[in-house]
């Protein structure tokens, strides 16, 4: 059973920083493409960044502006956002997801995802 599971998550006065985690197991992610999403109260879900298995390729959402950084380690079957200079408007459920394909789950349709990690920024 393949799960993706994420950490890190909680409550931050803005300008803060988080660090979200996410382990994947259940299969071999060799070659996957793994990233993140948010979806915040009343809004649709969003991208926020992806990376490839190798060269380590990454993308952001326009809203990132350089504030977010993804990385992963593939020995450990794991992703990492870490979350600088955060706002107000950055309080999301944050997901992980990963897909053999980059283009499959950067247009939001990867094969799994996580449950969401809960991001709370408080003015």
């Known amino acids: 059973q393949v799960q993706l599971v994420e950490s890190g998550g909680g409550l931050v006065q803005a300008g803060g920083s988080l660090r979200l985690s996410c382990a994947a197991s259940?299969?071999?992610?060799?070659?996957?493409?793994m990233g993140w999403f948010r979806r915040a109260p009343g809004k649709e879900r969003e991208f926020v960044a992806a990376?490839?298995?190798?060269?380590?390729?990454?993308v952001y959402g326009d809203f990132v502006k350089g504030r977010f950084t993804i990385s992963r380690d593939n020995a450990k079957n794991a992703v990492y956002l870490q979350m600088n200079s955060l706002k107000p408007e950055d309080t999301a459920v944050y997901y992980c997801?990963?897909?053999?394909?980059?283009?499959?789950?950067?247009?939001?349709?990867?094969?799994?995802w996580g449950q969401g990690t809960q991001v709370t920024v408080s003015s």
């Open positions: 997801a990963a897909d053999a394909r980059f283009f499959t789950l950067r247009t939001g349709l990867p094969d799994y």
């Open positions: 259940g299969r071999t992610f060799t070659g996957y493409t």
């Open positions: 990376i490839t298995w190798s060269p380590g390729s990454t």
